[in-house]
């Protein structure tokens, strides 16, 4: 079991930035895929960044070159660094971790944070 706890989130103005933190209650940089949702109401959930187990980081092109995805190797944090925010980002960030599939890779994401709340302002 791996029980994360976002931190981070507030109210911004259009071109602001906020780090959203994410602490996980164990070691997460090893063997551990990680990533940040956000969701808006009435909409689907939509991945906005991920970090495999090999490190590796993708972004959905919305955010790519304004948002970057970090840990803190051994030490059980996630971060999503967002800059030049823009009012279509405000949404519920949640971050989530997973063991990937040994056979696929698949990164099935079952554990969850409860979210924290970004508001941009135009």
């Known amino acids: 079991q791996v029980q994360l706890v976002e931190s981070g989130g507030g109210s911004v103005q259009s071109g602001g930035s906020l780090r959203l933190s994410c602490a996980a209650s164990k070691r997460t940089s090893s063997g551990y895929c990680l990533a940040w949702f956000r969701q808006v109401p009435g909409k689907e959930r939509e991945g906005v960044a991920t970090?495999?187990?090999?490190?590796?980081?993708t972004y959905v092109d919305s955010v790519k070159g304004r948002f970057t995805i970090s840990q803190d190797n051994g030490q059980n944090n996630l971060y999503l660094q967002m800059k030049s925010l823009k009012p279509e980002d405000t949404a519920m960030y949640s971050c989530a971790a997973a063991r990937p599939n040994p056979y696929t890779g698949v990164c099935d994401y079952n554990y969850w944070g409860q979210g924290t709340q970004v508001t941009v302002s135009s």
């Open positions: 970090i495999d187990v090999d490190g590796s980081t």
